[in-house]
DNA sequence: TTGACATCGTTCCATATGGAACAATATTAT
DNA sequence: ATAATATTGTTCCATATGGAACGATGTCAA
């Protein structure tokens, strides 16, 4: 038995293969980064939305990526702790903190985006380039969808 | 910010996409399972094998999932427990047990897949009849292609 | 102003998860 | 035959995770 004989009997091909593909290229990487680089899940969050913007709040990151608060929070102060995250008090809203990705961060956030775009080019070896530009604009359309479908 | 923004700048375009339907598309429904129907989602991935296929050993579930041993021995307990599923020594290796899902199994597991097929229409509704048939082709060939490209 | 309510981030707690060690059984080599 | 090794499933333990309650601060209305 394999799990490439239930793919064709699923009754949501689509969903199934996409998960099925999240599963083989996130989870390997994932437990990597967290072995390697003792960097856990909700911490990759919150240095990727750092990377990508200056000065977030915590909320931000919660309300963005629908991760609880306690979780961010838990992560928030372990990357502070290992020098990845620098935090400070909100100057108009002394609840809020400021966050802002270290050098360290960046440096650690950019390795896990390596780990990333290596296991997609291997994933895409087989792909045309035509395919590849194909299947980018399927899975893009659906992607800016999210907030019309999301149940 | 939002994560839609950050997807426009993302190193591997193609698997954060995936990665980030994957998110909406499976996370609300598996919890909705375990709230509704008590199911966690080990015992989802024991049943899903067992729909399947009859007679399948704790360890084949183990190797065809690549889920630990200790994590499935946990769900087929808990899903005997439930009723969900049947164990009987095996005749020929005392060690084993043949697991069989039980029609009320059969039952959760169907509604965890109408859920799945629900969520996979209104995902792909703005997608046309063209489209879905691309973008299952390219899917596919990634998901056959698993052996050749995981890590 | 002040009292009710909302928001932010944290802590507490219960549960989910995976690695490692384990007992029981099967297989292999001598 | 029997000793060494491998396999199966379980238990133990440490950690990850999310819901709920909480304290501190901010906002709004009377």
């Given at each position: 038995m394999k799990l490439l004989d239930i793919i064709d009997a699923t009754p949501f091909p689509i969903g199934y293969r996409i998960a099925f593909i999240t599963n083989f290229l996130r989870e390997p990487i994932l437990r990597r980064m967290e072995r390697e680089l003792g960097i856990i899940r909700p911490e990759l969050t919150v240095l990727m939305c750092t990377c990508f913007r200056e000065d977030v709040h915590a909320r931000d990151i919660c309300e963005v990526t629908e991760q609880p608060s306690n979780t961010i929070s838990r992560a928030v102060s372990s990357l502070e702790k290992k020098g990845h995250l620098s935090r400070k008090?909100?100057?108009?809203?002394?609840?809020?903190?400021?966050?802002?990705?270290?050098?360290?961060?960046?440096?650690?956030?950019?390795?896990?985006?390596?780990?990333?775009?290596?296991?997609?080019?291997?994933?895409?070896?087989g792909l045309s380039e035509m395919e590849k530009a194909q299947l980018l604009a399927l899975l893009d359309k659906i992607a800016r969808n999210v907030p019309r479908w999301r149940p």
């Open positions: 008090e909100d100057q108009f809203d002394t609840r809020k903190q400021v966050l802002n990705i270290t050098p360290s961060g960046k440096e650690v956030h950019d390795k896990v985006m390596v780990m990333f775009t290596e296991s997609e080019d291997a994933m895409l070896a």
